[in-house]
Nanobody, 114 residues
Framework: QVQIAESGGGLVQPGGSLKLSCTVS????????MGWYRQAPGKQRESVAC???????NYADSVAGRFAISRDNAKNMVYLQMNSLKPEDTAVYYC????????WGQGTQVIVSS
């Protein structure tokens, strides 16, 4: 059974940076497309980044040039480096396969506010 755990969220000022981490067990991140998703209050969950040759697109337009997804195959982890954060990036961030087919983790809360 695949288990996913996200971490690294927090409160950051506009223009700041955060790096999110995703630990995956029960599936190899090297062998599949992995993605980061987010859900803002009152909105549907959306895909923001994807890594792998099968990704339809690597970054949502709203984060392209500011976010970078990466993975460490040896640690079986996926990361999301977020720079130049904006208040509209405030959301709970989740990691999953792309497209998502595993159970969702708890997510990690990111709040961008002054």
């Amino acid at each position: 059974q695949v288990q996913i755990a996200e971490s690294g969220g927090g409160l950051v000022q506009p223009g700041g940076s955060l790096k999110l981490s995703c630990t995956v067990s029960g599936s190899s991140v090297r062998l599949t497309e992995m993605g980061w998703y987010r859900q803002a209050p009152g909105k549907q969950r959306e895909s923001v980044a994807c890594i792998g040759t099968g990704c339809f697109t690597n970054y949502a337009d709203s984060v392209a040039g500011r976010f970078a997804i990466s993975r460490d195959n040896a640690k079986n982890m996926v990361y999301l480096q977020m720079n130049s954060l904006k208040p509209e990036d405030t959301a709970v961030y989740y990691c999953n396969h792309w497209p998502p087919y595993s159970n969702w983790g708890q997510g990690t809360q990111v709040i961008v506010s002054s």
